[in-house]
């Protein structure tokens, strides 16, 4: 009888799954496990930690969820606090476990995780099965080496889109059968994480659930429910409401919502309603996002070093009077106050508001982007490692960007998106 575990990491659905279907697939009796690493809330050189309770507020709903839609096929989920390396390890030997199941990460803290498990798995010869089930676009199936990788985006989007096809979705398992002796657990508290309940703010646009369940809803919401997809390429730069964008980026970045599903639900959408440049629009923004994860796969840890992928480091200072301001919200320059105030009291912001608060650091104040991104790995529930470095790179122009020089003006970008001020208003004085 052949024994499996699936160690979920940022895949948490069973839609789309390959990693959960080949495991009930190939084995008869199969353990699902998510590790809670205590590294996430330990203190960091920035003075916070790598998770704030945002983010784990949302993290631990979607725990929840993926239990409850394991259960309902059979299977259940384990869910530690402890180290990955440890955790599984010790699984693996206890279960007599013959094969092991994960999704491939872009980190490098995340390879360096999977390579001391891979490495156990080897000595005792236990079959390792990986899958991509992160991306758009399979990484196997993209016309590029990783190594060969454009340095420009719109290279990579041109030559991607005409010679790779996007995958069908795999099935969902029909049904889990979970190793003998394996007991659910209670999933840990924000307490037990040493985090407070994050308080819900009345001005936040919508109310994020996390879960597969919560991600399902809402893109059944944003496509035929409201719609509004198909006005997306007008309204996504928009900053107050819940619908001016898809939303979508908290359950993709946990993988509670897999790219294809939103690919072929946009197809679905183009045959039954339209088909426009904002149908498109949102396609194009899923590249985008497998653009940046393959770009971390292909730099490793030089996409977090100071000079980033260019290795080209600027001249910038780290004065933490002046970050605390500009984390806090208490810059004096509302625009970028409102934006941080509202990442601060709700884990969101929208992508106008990032691209000029991280220009604001880096151009204006002249801060080592560094901590710029540290506070967005923190505070966001929509925190994804490759888009978050990929993009703080590419403003801090040491990254993927054509141009040296872009520069977010903050008082032009306020006559183009908040001419009325009221989402000022809305952050700094209702």
């Known amino acids: 009888m052949m024994k499996g575990i699936v160690w979920f990491r940022n895949d948490l659905r069973v839609h789309d799954n390959e990693s959960l279907l080949q495991a009930t697939q190939d084995n008869s009796?199969?353990?699902?496990?998510?590790?809670?690493?205590?590294?996430?809330?330990?203190?960091?050189?920035?003075?916070?930690?790598?998770?704030?309770?945002?983010?784990?507020?949302?993290?631990?709903?979607?725990?929840?969820?993926?239990?409850?839609?394991?259960?309902?096929?059979?299977?259940?989920?384990?869910?530690?606090?402890?180290?990955?390396?440890?955790?599984?390890?010790?699984?693996?030997?206890?279960?007599?476990?013959?094969?092991l199941y994960y999704q491939l990460e872009a980190g490098t803290e995340e390879a360096s995780t999977e390579q001391a498990i891979v490495d156990y798995c080897n000595a005792k010869n236990i079959a390792v099965h990986t899958s991509?089930?992160?991306?758009?676009?399979?990484?196997?199936?993209?016309?590029?080496?990783?190594?060969?990788?454009?340095h420009i985006y719109t290279n990579y989007r041109k030559a991607t889109e005409q010679k790779s096809r996007v995958r069908p979705?795999?099935?969902?398992?029909?049904?889990?059968?979970?190793?003998?002796?394996?007991?659910?657990?209670?999933?840990?508290?924000?307490?037990?994480?040493?985090?407070?309940?994050?308080?819900?703010?009345?001005?936040?646009?919508?109310?994020?659930?996390?879960?597969?369940?919560?991600?399902?809803?809402?893109?059944?919401?944003?496509?035929?429910?409201?719609?509004?997809?198909?006005?997306?390429?007008?309204?996504?730069?928009?900053?107050?409401?819940?619908?001016?964008?898809?939303?979508?980026?908290?359950?993709l970045a946990l993988g509670c919502l897999s790219a294809r599903q939103i690919y072929w639900e946009v197809q679905a959408f183009e045959q039954q309603r339209i088909k426009n440049d904002s149908t498109y629009w949102l396609v194009f923004e899923l590249i985008w996002r497998d653009y940046f994860r393959f770009v971390a796969l292909r730099y490793g840890a030089v996409l977090f070093q100071k000079g980033g992928i260019r290795q080209q480091p600027g001249a910038w200072h780290t004065l933490p009077k002046v970050f605390n301001a500009w984390r806090l919200g208490n810059t004096g320059v509302d625009f970028v106050d409102a934006n941080m105030r509202e990442l601060l009291y709700t884990g969101f912001m929208s992508n106008r508001g990032r691209q000029n608060v991280a220009s604001y650091l880096v151009k204006d104040l002249k801060l080592d982007w560094r901590y710029g991104a540290a506070w967005f790995e923190h505070c966001l529930i929509d925190y994804d490692v490759a888009s978050n470095y990929g993009n703080w790179n590419y403003i801090a122009g040491i990254g993927n960007d054509p141009r040296d020089d872009r520069y977010f003006n903050i008082a032009t970008q306020v006559a183009k998106y908040d001419p009325k001020g009221q989402y000022m208003h809305h952050w700094l004085y209702s």
Request: charged share 15%; net charge negative.
């Open 169 to 251: 979705l795999l099935p969902t398992p029909i049904a889990i059968y979970t190793v003998t002796n394996v007991a659910s657990n209670p999933i840990p508290t924000l307490a037990q994480l040493g985090l407070a309940t994050p308080e819900t703010d009345p001005r936040a646009a919508m109310v994020f659930t996390g879960g597969e369940t919560a991600a399902l809803q809402r893109l059944h919401h944003y496509l035929w429910g409201t719609e509004a997809l198909k006005t997306y390429k007008e309204t996504r730069n928009g900053l107050l409401g819940a619908d001016y964008s898809s939303k979508f980026s908290p359950w």
């Open 29 to 99: 009796e199969v353990v699902c496990v998510y590790c809670i690493d205590p590294r996430w809330f330990a203190e960091t050189p920035f003075g916070f930690s790598k998770t704030g309770p945002y983010r784990a507020q949302f993290l631990l709903e979607s725990l929840h969820d993926l239990r409850q839609n394991l259960q309902s096929l059979g299977g259940d989920l384990l869910v530690t606090l402890g180290e990955p390396e440890t955790v599984v390890i010790e699984l693996i030997a206890l279960h007599g476990i013959n094969n």
């Open 132 to 150: 991509h089930g992160a991306t758009l676009y399979h990484m196997h199936d993209i016309p590029f080496a990783l190594d060969e990788l454009p």
